[in-house]
């Protein structure tokens, strides 16, 4: 049992620090709690899809889904290699 409390607190200090790497792009947002990141950012709906030769990102309009394009602009039409060399496109809607 040692092995799995070990693990499951390392996966949460893990997410923690993803989730603050995440806000510290966000104009605004490098202060705010986890909670506040995940209702207002990571649990946005949308859907990605998975072309030939891009990957096309469609996200739900949301209040704060312009702070969030702003800080993709620079990944906007950029070459993945690990996807087949495919471009992320992130239309705004």
Do not use: W
């Not at 995440?22 to 709690?33: N, Q």
């Not at 030769?53 to 993945?80: G, H, Y």
């Amino acid at each position: 049992m040692v092995i799995k409390v070990d693990f499951d607190l390392t996966m949460s200090i893990l997410a923690h620090n993803l989730i603050c790497l995440f806000a510290r792009d966000l104009p605004g947002y490098s202060h705010s709690t986890d909670f506040t990141l995940f209702n207002k950012f990571l649990s946005m709906s949308g859907s990605v899809e998975i072309k030939s030769d891009e990957i096309l990102v469609k996200m739900k309009k949301k209040r704060n889904l312009p702070a969030l394009l702003t800080v993709m602009e620079p990944f906007q039409r950029k070459t993945i290699s690990i996807l087949g060399n495919r471009k992320l496109n992130n239309p705004r809607l």
